[in-house]
């Protein structure tokens, strides 16, 4: 707690000036830093996600910095500091290398599987605890043990995927996702599921979401082969592009969209929901009924006007104040490994405000664990379900 100085106790007559100099002076005054990293795509395709990824971390560091946290009997004040890698992996090593060695972050924080990997060669023996902001459960299924995987792994969404859009427009799918990693990924797990569930894959185009503006070839060729459905995804709006060249070109089936892309923000670019009829994806956040959910959209709109919260800017605010938190429970701002310790627990014990999507905690290899809500669009509105519930019922 700070200490305040009594003008009453002052000897007689001392100015008020020296006495606020005195208070100033005061030891328990002073602030320590603690520095976050961020390298993620602020430019190029990808930069709606990447500044939406930043934009929870530091509506997190400011409200952590409106009552700085005790850590070992130093009071410390949050500094996000942000490197642009345009979601090239590369860069992001580069970043990193960067951030740990110029800036001291205690902590990094990368929103894109490719640099998570570049970062993984490295993390450990630099001693940087890696908050991964990807469902790629290869992420931490590689033992890494000073990562934190941010976001569920996307593969408990694809059995419900496949169910909700298999049954209602048929078993003819064509792959056109991003070409990154992540994309790549995500269509390495579904593909197998889809073909188990009795389906077909008509087609394979990945495409370059992050570098291309016109999708009209790449969509061309994929229509050629009749899908019934179309698995897209990468950012919003690269994938909300997509979708709407698939309309254009007469497309009537149902959509498959990773996790990464959100339906609000793609259903903007489109020009509604009608373009994303049929579709599956994450329950967007602003439309979240759980008390928490609204509570933090409210804030969010409040400091932010006109704009509604994604999933990446909640899950990524919740990530930094359960960093600190995990801080506090350690009694340290720099021993990477005492600190991931305390992430679990960090993440459980997270007061509601600041948990707006339900994280229960860590799993053993280091994936959150939440209670998801997936979403359809159906009659031009979205319909949510509970997918904790869906594969319980299983």
């Not at 580069?94 to 924080?109: C, D, E, F, S």
């Not at 995927?161 to 990693?181: E, P, S």
């Not at 899950?315 to 938190?325: K, P, Q, R």
């Amino acid at each position: 707690m700070k200490r305040r100085t009594c003008l009453t106790s002052l000897p007689f007559g001392l100015p008020l000036l020296a006495a606020a100099a005195l208070g100033a002076a005061a030891p328990a005054q002073a602030q320590e830093t603690i520095k976050i990293g961020f390298s993620g795509p602020l430019s190029g395709g990808a930069a709606l996600y990447g500044k939406n990824v930043l934009s929870g971390m530091q509506m997190a560091a400011a409200e952590i910095n409106a009552n700085p946290p005790d850590i070992g009997g130093k009071r410390y004040k949050v500094e996000i500091v942000p490197l642009d890698d345009k979601y090239n992996p590369s860069e992001t090593g580069i970043n990193v290398q960067r951030l740990v060695q110029q800036h001291k972050t205690a902590a990094v924080l990368v929103p894109h599987s490719g640099g998570v990997f570049a970062v993984q060669a490295f993390n450990e023996k630099s001693k940087v605890l890696l908050l991964a902001y990807t469902s790629l459960p290869q992420v931490t299924a590689r033992g890494n043990a000073l990562t934190v995987r941010i976001p569920p792994d996307y593969t408990t969404y694809i059995p419900s995927f496949i169910k909700t859009v298999m049954g209602r427009y048929g078993k003819n799918v064509a792959l056109a996702q991003g070409d990154h990693d992540y994309g790549k990924a995500w269509a390495a797990s579904f593909k197998p599921a889809w073909e188990a569930a009795g389906g077909k894959v008509v087609a394979e185009n990945p495409m370059s979401y992050n570098k291309a503006a016109d999708f009209y070839s790449g969509m061309s060729r994929v229509i050629q082969a009749k899908p019934d459905v179309l698995f897209i995804g990468g950012a919003s709006e690269p994938t909300a592009l997509v979708a709407k060249q698939a309309r254009e070109l007469g497309f009537k089936g149902g959509f498959i969209v990773l996790d990464q892309a959100k339906l609000d923000e793609m259903a903007r670019v489109a020009g509604g929901y009608g373009a994303l009829e049929g579709a599956v994806g994450v329950m967007p956040l602003a439309l979240d009924e759980r008390p928490e959910a609204v509570a933090f959209t409210q804030r969010y709109r409040k400091l932010n006007p006109g704009k509604d919260p994604s999933t990446e800017i909640s899950l990524n605010y919740s990530a930094v104040h359960a960093t600190i938190a995990a801080m506090k429970l350690a009694g340290t701002t720099t021993d990477a490994a005492a600190i991931r310790a305390q992430m679990d627990k960090a993440f459980r014990t997270l007061p509601p405000a600041y948990n707006p999507n339900d994280v229960d905690g860590i799993d053993a290899s280091g994936g959150t664990i939440a209670n998801t809500i997936i979403a359809t669009v159906e009659n031009g509105k979205l319909k949510g379900q509970f997918l904790r519930a869906l594969n319980a019922a299983k």
